[in-house]
């Protein structure tokens, strides 16, 4: 769950959210893996508190647009891993934001990460990668423009500072707990996500 309150802040409102991005330890939702077939992912405890540490800078983003960056852990943004998962807390002013929020549109967590080790197995077919170490590039903010269970990922090649690198993307949606304005309210539509969770089902994957 996610705690999404707004606060007034000298003559600027801010939305602060407070919730995981990531629950380690647990299998993912199927994951296309551009082949054709699917793999389930695992993220290993202390992942993340790694990366957090080795990271210079995490951002904070909206839909995962780098020209909409709304802070980082140098700012308003903190990050820390515990026994749960990838915990966030961001104070967060920005107009379009705090609209969403007001709105009821912000519908989950989602990150960017690149250079994952990992390790591979495999159970009754489906491959499990469970990845040990990443670099953590930013957290996002995921509105009702874009479905966090779609299916939970997208892989793609961007220009890095070492040249092209492969930039992954994992989502997380979530049941937030709207603080200080219940009556307002916004679009509810959900996805239709019958089809993704017989598969889940299927391959003994967790919903």
Do not use: C, Q
Request: hydrophobic share 30%.
């Amino acid at each position: 769950r996610a705690r999404i309150e707004i606060r007034a802040g000298g003559d600027k409102e801010k939305v602060i959210i407070d919730g995981y991005v990531n629950v380690v330890d647990r299998d993912s939702r199927p994951i296309p893996d551009r082949k054709g077939g699917y793999f389930i992912e695992r993220i290993a405890p202390g992942t993340f508190r790694r990366a957090i540490n080795k990271a210079d800078e995490v951002k904070v983003l909206l839909n995962h647009k780098w020209d909409k960056v709304l802070g980082g852990t140098k700012s308003n943004l903190t990050l820390r891993e515990d026994v749960v998962g990838l915990r966030a807390h961001a104070e967060i002013n920005d107009p379009e934001v705090v609209k969403k929020a007001k709105e009821k549109r912000l519908r989950g967590w989602s990150f960017g990460f690149t250079n994952p080790i990992e390790e591979r197995a495999d159970r009754n077919g489906m491959p499990i990668r469970t990845i040990t170490e990443l670099v953590l590039k930013e957290v996002s903010l995921i509105d009702d423009t874009m479905r966090p269970w779609y299916p939970s990922t997208t892989v793609e090649t961007r220009a890095g500072e070492k040249g092209e690198e492969t930039f992954e993307i994992r989502a997380e949606e979530f049941e937030a707990d709207y603080v200080g304005f219940e009556n307002k309210k916004g679009p509810e539509k959900k996805p239709d996500n019958s089809k993704l969770k017989n598969m889940i089902k299927k391959y003994g994957g967790n919903i």
